[in-house]
C-alpha cells in the first residue's frame, strides 16, 4: 500500500505532462501581451494641441539683466517661492523641521556656503530643469518668476549672513 501511492502520484503527474503536439492553445496563467497587436512605433507625430506646452520646449531664456528688480520684484519671488519651495525648503530656506524632512527626505540648505557660493544661472536651471530629487518646475514657473525665487533665494541668503560689524551695530541700536 505504501508503495502503492507514490506510483499513483507519479502517474498523476505524468498524465497530466502533455509530451505530444495538439492543436489546442497552451494554457496561459498570466498572458501579459502575448496576444497583442503589432503596432509600429509612431513615425509621424502630429502637431501639439493649441495653448499647450510640449516636452522638451525651447524655453525663453531671457537673461537676469534684462529685468527691472524692484521690491515688487523680490515680493513676487516671495510669493513664488512659499508657494513651490517652501513645503521642502521651509520659509527660512534652511530645510529643517519640514513637510520632506518629517518623512526622512532632507532638502537641502539653502542658506549654507555651498549654496551661496554656486551661481544665479545653476540655481536658475536647478528650478527650472530640477536637481536629484527636487522635481522640475519649468512648466509652471516661467522665466520671470524662476529669476524673481533666485533672488529672493540671494535676498534670503543675505539677510542670514550679517557680518560682525553689522552684528555690533546691531547690538548698539537694540540697548
Not at 495538439?22 to 498572458?31: E, K, L, M, V, Y
Not at 499647450?52 to 531671457?62: A, S
Request: net charge positive; aromatic share 8%.
Amino acid at each position: 500500500m505504501k508503495k502503492i501511492i507514490p506510483l499513483l502520484l507519479i502517474a498523476i503527474i505524468m498524465s497530466g505532462c502533455r509530451g505530444w503536439r495538439s492543436d489546442s492553445p497552451p494554457i496561459h496563467p498570466n498572458i501579459n501581451f502575448d496576444f497583442q497587436p503589432k503596432i509600429n512605433a509612431q513615425t509621424a507625430p502630429i502637431e501639439p494641441p493649441p495653448n499647450t506646452i510640449p516636452y522638451m520646449h525651447e524655453t525663453d531664456e531671457t537673461p537676469l539683466s534684462s529685468y527691472s528688480i524692484d521690491d515688487a520684484f523680490i515680493r513676487n519671488g516671495q510669493k513664488n517661492f512659499n508657494i513651490y519651495c517652501a513645503a521642502c525648503h521651509t520659509k527660512t530656506g534652511n530645510g529643517l523641521k519640514s513637510i520632506t524632512s518629517q518623512n526622512g527626505w532632507l532638502a537641502s540648505n539653502l542658506l549654507d556656503d555651498t549654496s551661496e557660493e554656486k551661481s544665479n544661472q545653476y540655481i536658475y536651471n536647478a528650478i527650472q530643469n530640477g536637481i536629484r530629487s527636487m522635481p522640475a518646475y519649468g512648466k509652471k514657473l516661467n522665466n520671470k518668476e524662476t529669476w524673481e525665487v533666485v533672488l529672493y533665494v540671494r535676498a534670503l541668503q543675505a539677510m542670514t549672513r550679517t557680518s560682525q560689524s553689522e552684528k555690533k551695530l546691531l547690538k548698539k541700536k537694540g540697548s
